[in-house]
């Protein structure tokens, strides 16, 4: 497994734990559901679904939108449980993500 895919399955691992708790917390639904959905995204990503390179695009993408998203909750609310410190993990996933070089994927993703 590439240092890619961990960092990419370890904020998987975060957003859905974050979705969990949500509803547990709070009750929300749209937090469980949103997070498992986008997770599984994510995950189709890890695996490679969409070629190598298409994925880790695609990864890159989800997860800087995702950054936009919190980083506006973030904002709005001033609050930083949930939005702040997920706006953290999306920001620190999208520096690591945009760290690994494409043109060194050889034969496998």
């Known amino acids: 497994m590439a240092n890619f895919d961990i960092v990419l399955w370890g904020f998987i691992v975060v957003l859905l734990t974050g979705g969990l708790v949500g509803y547990f917390k709070a009750g929300s639904r749209v937090s469980l559901l949103t997070s498992g959905l986008i997770a599984v995204l994510l995950a189709f990503a890890a695996l490679g679904f969409f070629g190598a390179t298409t994925s880790r695009s ?13 980083g506006c909750r973030w904002w709005v609310s001033r609050k930083f449980m949930p939005s702040g410190l997920m706006a953290l993990a999306a920001l620190a996933t999208s520096g690591l993500l945009a760290g690994f070089d494409d043109h060194l994927l050889g034969n496998g993703f």
Request: glycine share 8%; proline share 0%; hydrophobic share 70%.
């Open 58 to 70: 695609v990864a890159r993408f989800m997860v800087g939108c995702l950054f936009c998203l919190f």
